[in-house]
């Protein structure tokens, strides 16, 4: 009986032996054979094999690796990363799992799928793993800088560009942080080093733009965000850089087809690039009056953030055009159109114009007095500046008017608009001969005429 049972034990034994004997010899074999579908472009082959490998051994590292490398040449990152974390869970790098490669993958699939603390954490090993590659120290210091943490960030693109004198992103990075803290000339010399070494960063380009609109260098900025737009991920903000340069150089209709371009190209109506692309594009409406186009615009705008800057404003100052076809006319009329209206609406004033002139957002007439009875009395001439806008009209304007009066020997003023004076421009009036017309009076000399 005790010679059965130890025969029955030891033929247990060697079962088990030669059962993970032979698992360790196909084992591998099965891993080489996944590494070589995949290689092969064969990945649906692949990811059965590899889930049938983990449906008999669940842990298995290299099985869970190959598969996430399979899924990654399918596009399916979310399922690759699933995979991933659990290599890293296991945390038994060896055979097919070479840790460093992996935590490269990792990291960056982390950071796609915005989940940057984990990133962090990633890099964080590989640096240490691998204290001397400029690349590791430069994408930890992305991520510090995406997290506002510029003094951490700083440090870390230092360390890449002390290790690598050539890498240009490096430099952005630190070109970037500096445009940021508003040190541009230091920012500038960075940010050209690395355009320098890469004329392809496009990073660096966008930012060397941002510099020169500071400065108000409006052509090189346009032309360092045309070199940014070929870059995906910057191409929107580019064009709404380009966009808000072009209305700063008064080439509205230039603005408005790079704006219009940067809508086109936005996935994201609520995304603040897209906000700015339309808010921009009802300024460069506005400015060539085209006044209904650009309120929708600023209804679009307000939908998705009603307080984003004076849309709600400009929204309420516009909202009489829309009742009144007279007001509408005044604002929205060419500029031939709009100076005869204005002929007309000097006749209403009891006047007649003499002489009739465009102005920047107007009209300028040079009217007389009615003939006096009294035949020694003379006719004065009287300037009148017809403005048409939403904005309020300040002492500055008032004082323009003025000055051209006493250019062109003319004792009296008026200044018609279609919005409303401050007080500082009232308070400049009263004490000169200026008459102020609001739009109240406006639209009372324009219920009198023919339009």
Known sequence: MGIIVLIIILGAAVGLITFFVVKSILAPKKV??????????????????????????????GAHYL???????ENKAELALMEFKTVNDIGQFEGVVNEVPFREKIADLYAKFNQPEEALKEYLVLIRKDPHNAEYYYRAGRLFEDRNRS????????????????????????????????????????????????AENYRAWFYIGKIHKEFKDHTAAMSAFEKASKDPELKLKALV?????????????RAGA?????????????????????????????????????????????????????????????????????????LTSSAAEFCEICRKLTATMGLTARDVSNIDNGCEIVAMEPQSKWRNTRNLPILIRFL??????????????????????????????????????HGFAESRPIDLYNKDRLQEFLAHIEL
């Open 32 to 61: 080489a054979a996944l590494q070589n579908l995949i290689k092969q472009g064969k990945t649906t082959q692949a990811i059965r094999i590899a889930k049938a490998i983990l449906a008999r051994d669940p842990r298995d590292p």
């Open 151 to 198: 003094e951490k960030a700083a440090q870390l693109y230092k360390k890449a560009v002390e290790l690598d004198s050539r890498h240009s992103q490096a430099y952005s990075g630190l070109g970037s942080l500096l445009f940021r803290a508003k040190r541009h000339a230091e920012a500038k010399g960075y940010l050209d080093s690395a355009v320098r070494l890469d």
């Open 388 to 425: 048409r806008g939403t904005e309020v009209i300040d002492e500055g304007t008032v004082r323009v008017l003025h000055e051209e009066m006493k250019k062109q020997s003319v004792n009296r003023g008026a200044l018609v608009c279609s919005s409303t004076f401050s007080r500082t421009a």
């Open 67 to 73: 598969l996430g490398l399979a899924y990654q040449a």
């Open 241 to 253: 850089e380009r966009g808000s340069s072009l209305l700063a150089l008064g080439d509205y209709d």
């Open 258 to 330: 790079e704006l219009e371009r940067a809508i086109k190209h936005s996935e994201n109506d609520s995304a603040p690039e897209t906000l700015f692309a339309r808010y921009f594009l009802a300024v460069a409406y506005e400015k060539t009056r085209r006044i209904e186009p650009a309120i929708e615009q600023w209804e679009k705008v307000y939908q998705k953030k009603p307080g984003f800057r004076d849309v709600a404003e400009k929204l309420s100052q516009y909202q009489e055009m829309r009742h009144d076809d007279r007001i509408k006319d005044y």
